[in-house]
């Protein structure tokens, strides 16, 4: 006969497992602003007890509050643990750990993970994702011959995000030609679009005609150097705050090396809309650059361009709202890199093309 005790201690158990997933699919459910709180706030009450079956749960949890190190090792808990474990679940796992793993940065352990994969679940539906992830690990190693090698046969295997890589390697590597073909072989969206655009005037010299700066360093200090111009004029929603996130990033990383502006039109340009306009005068676009430096407390310069001539070298109309896009022109004038901001990994590929400019 089973003790009164132990009969509560497996209830117990038993409803802790059922609130650990009650938890998942609430937090699954809430919407993005709202998860991550709701994560952070209930994960720990689960650290440390949650059975290996449980611990994909858990691994979520961890990710949405963006634990990444106790997501990447309750995952690996599952994946090592749940023998019982559906392979579906296990595969997810897996895709899982290894996008925690680049949060983490940690770039060589994220090689190991494919191979499992690889060796577990070959042909799986989620192999294009993994590939994907080793593709962003060889590019932040400064292997970028490999990482486009992943990046292909991630898009081979379903990957449109591995797809897109593809191209931004090849535009890394200087092969305009092929980048241009596989840009043309994109799914069709705006990104797609915009980016087939920019690949045109890739390696020929571009004019950069200042009309109005804001911060520091001045004019006169931008010759001669690597610049990377972050276009910030869109109208992209959330995206457009990112965009001001990665280029102070980049403005610290790489100050006194390279010259990171953010570029806007000087010519009619109305702030509330985000687009031209024929009646601004200029010195209300000069109020709304300084106030805009202030309010978003940016770390790099703001610079309105007398003319569109560089939008539109790098794919970007000005006439009509486009996703954020960012540019780089080496130190000869050479419009040699452009990339339409996507995901997170973008900052990824972006230090990743400076490093290269700085390194010739």
């Not at 709202?34 to 611990?55: C, F, L, M």
């Not at 691994?59 to 599952?78: I, P, T, V």
């Not at 509330?272 to 300084?290: A, I, K, L, Q, S």
Request: charged share 25%; net charge neutral.
């Amino acid at each position: 006969m089973i003790r009164p005790a132990l009969c509560l201690l497996l209830v117990a158990a038993a409803a802790r497992a059922d609130d650990l997933r009650a938890a998942y699919t609430y937090a699954k459910r809430l919407p993005e602003d709202r998860r991550k709180a709701y994560a952070a706030e209930h994960a720990p009450r689960y650290a440390g007890t949650a059975k290996a079956e449980d611990q994909l749960y858990l691994g979520y949890l961890w990710s949405w509050a963006e634990e990444w190190k106790r997501a990447a090792s309750s995952f690996d808990a599952y994946v090592r643990g749940a023998t019982a474990a559906h392979p579906r679940n296990r595969a997810t796992a897996m895709v899982e750990r290894a996008r925690a793993l680049m949060e983490l940065r940690a770039w060589n352990e994220v090689p190991d993970e494919v191979t499992r994969f690889r060796t577990e679940f070959p042909g799986d539906r989620h192999l294009g994702s993994m590939l994907f992830y080793l593709g962003r690990a060889r590019r932040a190693d400064g292997r970028l011959e490999q990482a486009l090698e992943a990046f292909r046969e991630g898009a081979a295997a379903g990957s449109d995000l591995a797809a897109h890589e593809v191209v931004d390697a090849l535009v890394q590597l200087g092969r305009y030609g092929e980048a241009r073909q596989a840009a043309a072989a994109l799914p069709e969206s705006a990104r797609a679009a915009t980016l087939l655009a920019a690949l045109e005037r890739l390696g020929e010299p571009v004019e950069i005609r200042i009309g109005h700066w804001t911060g520091a360093p001045r004019p006169e200090s931008i010759r001669g150097t690597p610049m990377l111009l972050s276009f910030w004029t869109m109208r992209a929603g959330k995206a457009k705050d990112d965009v001001h996130a990665y280029t102070n990033a980049w403005a610290e990383a790489f100050r006194g090396k390279v010259n990171v502006v953010g570029a806007g039109l000087y010519e009619h340009f109305d702030p509330v809309t985000m687009r031209t306009v024929d009646e601004m005068p200029p010195h209300e676009e000069h109020g709304f650059v300084d106030a805009w430096h202030r309010e978003y407390a940016l770390r790099y310069p703001l610079v309105l361009l007398e003319d569109a001539a560089l939008h539109k070298a790098c794919g970007v109309d000005p006439e009509r709202p486009v996703l954020p896009c960012v540019a780089a022109v080496d130190g000869e004038g050479r419009l040699r890199y452009v990339r339409v901001v996507g995901g997170p990994w973008a900052a990824e590929a972006v230090d990743s093309m400076l490093r290269r400019l700085l390194s010739e």
